[in-house]
């Protein structure tokens, strides 16, 4: 997802009620987004300590809370690969998920009542994803690797010639 529009739809599947506060918070994270960055997961939320109404979203390659105010926005932004802790709470007014990253920092939403799990699910998706990316090889460092040894004389040209196709899946 990358249009307000398409967030809100998600949203409206998942039985999420949007506030027009919620709504601008969509606005918030659509302008936000990278190029190459796409939203798995979006739903309206409620910032821990002064109960804001925010828009949280789940992309490929962060977390992102936002917040449309009057003069300036709110937006707070955790990379995947930087998650390190997920708990959810669930209480009478509604579903708690406590982020924390690499910095021992917490972000820490509430979402309507039965949203807790969802939200928990789509973020161990994401960072299952994330792990998985990290984990491929990276063609380009390595070929820049086996292009030194061909420089150095340690492989000669056939050598470097068969890696690279290999790499490159040719």
Do not use: W
Request: proline letters at 1%; glycine letters at 6%.
């Amino acid at each position: 997802m990358k249009t307000v529009k398409e967030m809100l739809d998600f949203s409206a599947e998942c039985k999420c009620k949007m506030t027009k506060a919620m709504s601008k918070g969509v606005e918030v994270v659509a302008q936000n987004l990278s190029e190459n960055e796409v939203v798995n997961y979006c739903i309206g939320a409620f910032a821990e300590g002064n109960n804001a109404q925010i828009a949280f979203a789940i992309t490929n390659l962060r977390v992102i809370a936002a917040q449309k105010k009057m003069f300036s926005d709110t937006v707070i932004a955790i990379p995947i690969s930087h998650i390190n802790d997920l708990t959810t709470k669930t209480k009478l007014t509604g579903d708690f998920v406590i982020i924390g990253n690499d910095a021992g920092e917490n972000l820490t939403i509430s979402v309507y009542k039965g949203l807790g799990t969802s939200v928990a699910n789509a973020l161990h998706l994401a960072m299952a994803s994330s792990e998985r990316r990290q984990a491929e090889p990276d063609v380009a460092s390595d070929l820049r690797k086996f292009k030194a040894l061909l420089d150095d004389g340690i492989i000669t040209e056939d050598e470097f010639l068969k890696k690279k196709q290999q790499l490159l899946g040719l």
